[in-house]
């Protein structure tokens, strides 16, 4: 109910500006899929090819320098297939410079003292098409590793913020009808919490959404820089390892979330009486709808607030902290906060009245690890004019 929870879709330039924003990440997580694709591909059909005898003609390492050493193995060969002469030049099924893992190096020693020897080589030949060959057929893990990380993390930023952006636009439409009926009532406009029954808020999925990032990133690029640094001891590149041990960390915090999530159900906040406005004695009753804390007592924390940009911390106009007994599958609390408290934003609204959210936190007496949810509840204020967009 609150602009908070909407205000990406409060107008259709800022949800222009969203999508702007998220399409760049959706178009590199849809070409590397399709480049992950191709090679899976390429590497698939390569495995019915053929093994003849090649002898190295060429074996040269090429370099460039940006901001950092890229490199490129390339090399002339001819076979036979079939009593015909064939000259081939293609090293690995991919092509092109790159710096991921010491592919390039390895492999350019490899050939050159092959060239040097006068030995023979392998190569594998397309029986359908002789004249095509390759040195290396084997996928590159650790490329495959550096393009799913563009994948998973550019391809679910960019999906996912384009899924919840139209869920927001949707709801955001279905808000704005019901105030052009009932612009007087704002806690009508919300039909989830018309009722004054309101839901926790998701944020194991946000916790879930971050995991997924994090780890998207950290594991791969982790695993490229440390493949060939254990092979020669301790060194300060090491300290990589941190992020994906952060990044257990936080697959341990999301687990605990979606368990709770679970174990528990959605336990309903009724708010009594609804409207809830400023100035009022607050009543409420959390109903369990599945399992219910094992702790004798309930921490009900009740806060009001404008949330930080940046680097500041928010500003906090009220926090009241309650214990209660644990009663089973419906218990009850109360409080009495102050009646100069701002009331909450509305929906596109355009006001210089004081607004701040407002959240009702319940935990279980052992902490969170036992139990926790979060509701987002509207405040209104007497006499309130309705909103104007």
């Not at 004054?196 to 780890?215: E, Q, S, V, Y």
């Not at 599945?290 to 309930?298: D, K, N, R, Y």
């Not at 009850?332 to 934003?345: G, I």
Request: with cysteine; proline share 6%; aromatic share 14%.
């Amino acid at each position: 109910m609150s602009k908070n929870s909407f205000n990406l879709s409060g107008s259709k330039t800022g949800m222009g500006c969203a999508v702007l924003f998220l399409l760049p990440f959706v178009l590199v997580g849809v070409f590397m899929t399709g480049k992950v694709a191709t090679e899976l591909w390429g590497w698939r059909s390569a495995q019915s090819w053929v093994e003849r005898p090649c002898w190295i003609d060429r074996a040269e390492l090429k370099e460039q320098s940006d901001d950092g050493t890229t490199y490129q193995a390339v090399a002339d060969y001819r076979y036979e297939f079939d009593n015909r002469p064939f000259n081939g030049s293609r090293v690995w099924l991919g092509s092109g410079f790159d710096n991921v893992g010491n592919f390039h190096r390895r492999v350019h020693r490899e050939l050159q003292k092959h060239q040097t020897q006068g030995r023979p080589f392998r190569c594998f030949v397309n029986p359908s098409d002789p004249s095509v060959s390759v040195l290396y057929r084997d996928l590159r893990g650790e490329m495959l590793l550096f393009e799913l990380a563009f994948v998973l993390t550019f391809g679910g930023v960019g999906v996912g913020g384009l899924v919840g952006l139209a869920f927001v636009s949707r709801k955001t439409k279905r808000m704005n009808s019901a105030r052009e009926i009932n612009p007087s009532e704002p806690w009508t406009w919300d039909a989830a919490t018309a009722d004054g029954r309101l839901l926790p808020k998701p944020n194991w999925i946000a916790i879930a959404a971050f995991t997924f990032i994090w780890n998207s990133i950290s594991w791969p690029i982790a695993s490229l820089f440390l493949w060939n640094e254990f092979q020669g001891g301790p060194s300060i590149i090491w300290f990589l390892l941190l992020f994906p041990l952060v990044g257990l960390g936080m697959l341990w915090l999301t687990f605990r979330a979606l368990r709770i999530r679970i174990r528990f159900g959605l336990p309903v906040l009724t708010i009594q009486p609804w409207p809830f406005y400023v100035g009022d004695e607050l009543s409420g009753t959390i109903e369990f709808p599945h399992a219910v804390p094992a702790s004798a007592e309930l921490v009900i924390e009740l806060r009001v607030f404008v949330k930080g940009s940046g680097d500041d911390s928010d500003k906090e106009f009220f926090k009241e902290v309650t214990r209660i007994p644990n009663e089973g599958d419906r218990c009850s609390f109360q409080f009495t906060p102050p009646a100069d408290l701002p009331r909450t934003e509305l929906l596109n609204e355009n006001t210089n009245d004081s607004t701040a959210n407002w959240e009702i936190k319940v935990t279980g007496s052992k902490g969170a690890s036992e139990f926790e949810a979060a509701y987002e509840l509207a405040a209104f204020a007497r006499n309130q004019s309705p909103a104007t967009p």
